[in-house]
């Protein structure tokens, strides 16, 4: 098998699933794509420097992990803070939104909110449906610290999916 | 099974359980209704996050990524080669650079102790055969043969150090030992200033009969000064009504010498008043060989007033010229009436001093009085008066001779005092060269000790011989002492290895960078996994990261300067020890920084600390033992300052990238660095001398920096997390408490304090170190506020821009001692005559840094301030489409800001005024009273202050914690400027740093860096006012963001 051919069996089998993985964790559905392109680029190129892969799948999503922190850590230029409070996520008040939309806005809503740390493991467990060891050999961590890391990282979207559901609820009433 | 491992396994998903986790679970849920609605919500988590949509890429992305394969894969080859091509170079240069290096190094040889082969020509005297008697002409028929009358213009110089038994003498003094009669100007030496005129002035009876006037010029411009009126020039001492006088009696028939020393300033006019157009063409004022010489016309003829020249043998008056220097006549005659008037230029005609300038003769002292140069004076005033000098000469110069012998002694005898046994210890460390360095430094005082003996013989008769005998011996000993100086002090000269490093410095430099910018080209070209249109992104964000890792190769090569030249830092003596383990501290950095893993900020942090290293190793040159590196207070007040400022660069960082644990981490090592070097000096001081209580309040004090520091990383790390506002400003307002009673408390002990050091309230008041601490605090708290903002999205990425300027503010921190080293080390140096050339030629690397670390220091305040009014303008235009009655608010915030900048300026521009001595015309005001100076400096600085709190308080104030803590500042600011009207001096700077930026660069050192530190404090207080106005917009606004957001786990 050549090495293109090689890459073209990764790509097929794996770009699907790294592509709703970078926009998941980034909520932005373009630069995901920006990012899985990316990521497929930076394969091939370690592929072609003669890099071993014992375990593509999780190769594959170290690298997208990779990709997108370092997006995350660039994108942030300096940027002025509005003054006032900025809760409000316009994608909760759209107009009628359906229940499942809804839904769905605020766990990304959710997930925005969560740092980077605990994103990654919390969407590559439940998401992705990676185990905690390929987590780890992803992370660099432990299977232990993923552990830990999971169980926080749950914590927290449970209490910040609260505060939000609740205030949403609360200006819901106000309104009426 | 405890809830909380239950709830980690929860976490984890069910797939992922054993058997027996599985049957625990199942246990505990049943007996757990907790447990069990948390795995309900935690399945419910997991179902919605299962349920998120994942699109797959589009189909021209996925067409465009196996293009962009088969379009690499052909180019993949040739940029392995190029890369490997690039790579290959880059080691090429690289083992240029090494092998530069390792050949630039000195051999180490010791001194050979044989004497020198060939005896350098010490003294020059009597090189120039004495004048050969001119043929006299006859003297003017109606020339009144009397005594020749000298004025000289003060009391005798005769007497000036060294007193016996070969004291100074000037020309008059000699010639007053002949038949003339010298008439003293004034009685007293006349140096000071406002002295007055005591003798009586010059009469027309008096100059009845003299056949020579010779009017000498004088330095006194004070006593010259205008004494009463009576004085129109200082260059001749005469009065207006003297000139009248001398005038007439040159009509008359007489005759007068005017002789000028061209070593100093001068103007004619004095010849003025005598109706003789005059006028200095050209002068210069200090040329290469360290001489003064003038050019001067006269009724215009030109005539060269003679500096550093020897006559040659004099011709007759009534020859064309008595002598010409350059083609140029050295003498000018003018006839007025029947007399005429002689000008002349001799140098080092006021006091007599022997030393000639360290060029000539090796700066050995010289007799000034050479035979020609005396002869030909001699010779002037016998031709002018008729009649012999009833001087000899010979003999003259021949007390000369045994004089500059004597010189000769005392300063070999001076320089080889400093050679003491600790001396000899530190500079030669090794056993076997340490013997032979005491050897010879023993063999050379015998020798000396020889030389003074024959000299005691030449004082019964003179002795050619022997006047060459211990001439032979000085040179000698002296080419011996240089040899050991340039070995053990290489700081006292410029080696031939230190030249060799100045000349490969660029060398090396442009190696280095070669090499660099070559790995980073092959390595961008071997990495194929970016986009070439995020390059530009990219190398912007490899910036502060570039910057870092130069400065750590600049280390290195300090450190290679350390070692393989022997070079000094700041002019200090560093210990052996120190300096490797500072290489090797470099060389770790250096390592940790490219080391893959590292985090970004330890990146950026590793050359702050190899600084703050060095600079505490120069410290340790006290811990260390070198009594003559002695530890002196303001080197204590550079150290606190580089350390609050690497300090607040670490604490920024830590604050606005949230790292609690690496700025812990940080602070640890800077404590640690500090208190290691504080408290391992009290140690060792308290093991040789037994302990002292000041030992422990040295270290716990201030100016210690340790507490300056605790409380910056106290604040920072509370910070960092961060924790709710009312906390942070409690704690904040609880550390100033704390600082101020912890003063007064120093004050209050310092009455029973005998010892000296100890620090006092108002030295503590009115140290400068507050400004920066509070400026500290300032950008801290904004800081704080900033990231308050962001509290639950995270930990904050690292912003290029940002981190340039977190390094860029610890860089500036650093540079600072680098900065006042010019202008603050020499005093360490005065009471240590050997090290006062420690300080002339500071080769190393900081000298090349030194006009980037100029720019830079200068450039830190301006960012600062722009950051900080960049926000100001965000919050106004958040505040303008928020609420309404807040824009009104925040216009009066910066309308106060501007009242108090424009008083500051005021008090500045007045202070200024009030306290420069330069303008001669303050002197004879009334201004020049302290009390004045003091009760206008202050009423500027309460003016400022008042005025700017008054109006804050005008209006809404800025909340009830910011008001505490901006109240407490202002409390501690107050007193601070008030008791310490000399800090103001600092601001004087401003006007030109506002005014005309690049004026910056022509201010003085220690202006430049108060004017920076000025406008740091100034930045502190717009950072106050932010800090105040963002309180009160949140107070008003939606209230705290922290209240209505999750806290971090």
Not at chain 1, 108 to 118: D, F, G, K, Q, T
Not at chain 2, 87 to 98: I, S
Not at chain 2, 416 to 422: G, I, N, Q, R, V
Not at chain 2, 808 to 837: C, Q
Request: charged fraction near 20%; charge should be neutral; include cysteine.
């Amino acid at each position: 098998m050549t090495l293109e051919e090689e890459f073209q069996a990764l790509f097929s089998t794996y770009q699907h699933a790294i592509t709703g993985y970078l926009s998941n964790l980034l909520d932005d559905t373009d630069r995901a794509q920006e990012l899985a392109q990316e990521t497929f680029l930076r394969a091939y190129c370690a592929l072609a420097r003669g890099a071993r892969v014992e375990h593509p799948r999780a190769w594959l999503y170290r690298i997208a992990t990779n990709a997108a922190r370092d997006h995350i850590r660039r994108a942030r230029r300096v940027q002025w803070l509005p003054l006032l409070d900025d809760d409000r996520d316009p994608a909760l008040h759209q107009s009628n939104p359906s229940e499942a939309l809804a839904d769905r806005l605020v766990v990304r809503s959710v997930l925005v909110r969560l740092a980077p740390e605990y994103r990654i493991p919390l969407l590559l467990h439940l998401s992705e449906g990676l185990s905690t060891a390929e987590i780890g050999l992803i992370l660099g961590i432990s299977r232990d610290a993923v552990k830990m890391r999971l169980y926080r990282a749950r914590e927290q979207f449970r209490q910040i999916f609260r505060a939000i559901n609740g205030q949403e609820i609360e200006e819901t009433s106000n309104e009426v | 099974m405890k809830c909380k491992q239950i709830r980690l396994l929860l976490a984890v998903s069910p797939r992922e359980w054993s058997a027996a986790e599985r049957a625990l679970v199942e246990a505990h849920l049943a007996a757990c209704p907790r447990c069990a609605e948390l795995a309900r919500e935690y399945v419910s988590q997991e179902r919605r996050i299962a349920s998120l949509p994942r699109p797959g890429l589009s189909p021209e992305r996925e067409e465009a990524v196996l293009a962009r394969v088969r379009r690499e894969a052909g180019w993949l080859r040739w940029r392995m080669r190029l890369s490997n091509a690039l790579a290959m170079a880059a080691g090429v240069l690289l083992a240029l650079f090494l092998g530069l290096t390792v050949s630039a190094l000195p051999r180490r040889a010791l001194i050979a102790v044989t004497p020198p082969t060939a005896t350098p020509e010490l003294w020059s005297v009597a090189t120039t055969p004495a004048p050969t008697a001119a043929p006299r002409s006859t003297p003017p028929a109606n020339h009144r043969s009397t005594d020749p009358l000298i004025l000289v213009d003060n009391g005798p110089r005769s007497g000036m150090s060294p007193p016996e038994p070969y004291a100074h003498r000037d020309l008059y003094t000699i010639l007053g030992q002949g038949d003339y009669r010298l008439r003293y100007r004034f009685d007293t030496e006349g140096m000071e200033p406002m002295s007055r005129l005591e003798s009586p002035p010059l009469t027309a009876e008096e100059l009845d009969g003299v056949a020579l006037l010779i009017v000498p010029w004088t330095s006194c411009y004070a006593a010259g000064g205008n004494a009463g009126g009576r004085m129109v020039t200082y260059d001749f001492n005469l009065t207006v009504e003297e000139a009248k006088v001398v005038r007439e009696y040159v009509a008359g028939g007489g005759q007068a010498l005017f002789v000028l020393d061209p070593t100093y300033q001068c103007d004619f006019g004095a010849l003025s008043l005598l109706g003789i157009e005059a006028e200095v063409t050209r002068a210069v004022v200090w040329d290469d060989e360290g001489f003064h010489s003038a050019e001067g016309r006269l009724n215009n003829r030109s005539f060269l007033l003679a500096g550093q020249h020897r006559f040659q043998p004099v011709r007759s008056l009534s020859g064309e010229a008595w002598a010409r220097l350059d083609g140029q006549d050295a003498l000018a005659v003018e006839p007025i009436g029947q007399g005429r008037v002689v000008v002349l230029g001799l140098p080092f005609l006021v006091n007599g001093m022997r030393l000639v300038p360290p060029t000539a003769d090796q700066g050995q002292p010289a007799p000034l009085f050479t035979a020609d140069n005396l002869a030909f004076l001699v010779a002037v005033v016998e031709e002018l008066t008729g009649a012999p000098s009833g001087l000899d000469v010979e003999a003259i110069l021949w007390e000369e001779r045994k004089g500059a012998l004597h010189e000769g002694i005392m300063q070999l005898e001076e320089r080889l005092s400093a050679w003491t046994p600790e001396r000899i210890a530190w500079a030669a460390p090794h056993e076997d060269e340490r013997q032979v360095l005491a050897d010879q430094v023993t063999a050379l005082r015998t020798r000396i000790a020889e030389a003074r003996e024959q000299l005691a013989g030449l004082e019964a008769e003179p002795d050619p011989a022997r006047y060459q005998a211990v001439r032979g011996i000085l040179a000698e000993v002296l080419e011996r002492v240089n040899q050991i100086e340039v070995k053990y002090a290489p700081w006292a000269y410029e080696s031939r290895e230190a030249r060799q490093a100045r000349r490969l410095r660029p060398w090396l430099l442009g190696l280095l960078a070669g090499a660099a910018l070559l790995s980073i080209a092959a390595w961008r070209v071997r990495r194929l996994d970016r986009a070439p249109a995020t390059w530009a992104r990219q190398w912007a964000a490899l910036l502060p990261f570039v910057v870092a890792a130069l400065l750590l190769v600049v280390h290195l090569l300090a450190a290679a300067d350390l070692i393989g030249f022997r070079l000094r830092v700041g002019g200090y003596p560093l210990h052996r020890g120190g300096v490797w383990g500072y290489a090797a501290l470099a060389l770790l950095a250096t390592l940790v920084f490219f080391k893959p893993g590292v985090s970004s900020l330890t990146r950026l942090a590793l050359p702050l600390l190899v600084s703050l290293t060095l600079m505490q190793a120069h410290l340790l040159t006290d811990l260390v033992g070198a009594e003559y590196a002695t530890y002196r207070d303001y080197e204590g007040e550079i150290a606190l300052m580089a350390n609050l400022g690497v300090a607040m660069a670490f604490c920024l960082a830590g604050v606005l990238y949230r790292r609690p644990r690496w700025l812990a981490v940080m602070a640890g090592v800077h404590l640690a660095l500090v208190f290691g070097v504080m408290g391992g000096n009290s140690l060792a001081y308290a093991l040789r001398d037994g302990f002292e209580p000041w030992q422990v309040y040295a270290v716990a004090l201030p100016p210690s920096p340790l507490p300056y520091l605790v409380i910056l990383y106290t604040l920072s790390l509370l910070a960092a997390r961060p924790v709710r506002q009312p906390t942070y400003w409690g704690v904040l307002a609880l550390l100033l408490s704390l600082f101020v009673a912890g003063g007064t408390l120093q004050f209050i002990l310092g009455f029973t304090w005998v010892d000296s050091s100890a620090p006092a309230f108002f030295d503590w008041l009115n140290n400068l170190i507050l400004i920066p601490l509070l400026l500290a605090m300032g950008v801290l708290s904004g800081a704080y506020q900033w990231h308050v903002r962001r509290a639950a999205t995270g930990r904050l990425p690292l912003i290029t821009p940002l981190a340039a300027t977190i390094l860029l503010v610890g860089l500036a921190a650093l540079i600072m001692p680098s900065l006042l080293a010019p202008s603050h080390l020499p005093e360490s140096g005065a009471a240590m005559p050997w090290r006062s050339a420690d300080f002339q030629v500071p080769l190393n690397a900081w000298t090349v840094l030194l006009p980037i670390a100029r720019v830079l220091a200068a450039s830190a305040p301006w960012l600062v301030l722009l950051t900080i009014t960049l926000q100001v303008w965000q919050l106004m235009d958040r505040a303008q489409g928020a609420t309404p009655s807040i824009p009104g608010r925040v216009r009066r915030w910066l309308l106060a800001l501007a009242v108090s900048y424009a008083l500051l300026l005021t008090g500045a521009v007045a202070d200024e005024i009030l306290t420069s001595p330069q303008p001669h015309w303050v002197w004879a005001s009334p201004w020049e009273d302290p009390r004045i100076r003091v009760l206008g400096a202050g009423l500027a600085s309460l003016l400022s202050v008042a005025g700017l709190t008054a109006w804050l308080n005008r209006r809404a104030g800025p909340g009830r914690w910011g008001g505490v803590v901006y109240g407490l500042m202002l409390a501690v600011q107050v007193p601070a400027w008030l008791l310490g009207l000399g800090r103001l001096r600092p601001l004087s700077g401003l006007s030109v740093l506002l005014t005309w930026p690049p004026g910056i660069s022509f201010l003085p050192v220690r202006e430049l860096v108060s004017s920076g530190l000025a406008m740091l404090a100034l930045a502190a207080l717009i950072g106050h006012l932010v800090i105040a106005g963002r309180v009160l917009v949140l107070r008003e606004g939606r209230g705290d963001p922290l209240k209505s957001r999750v806290p971090p786990p």
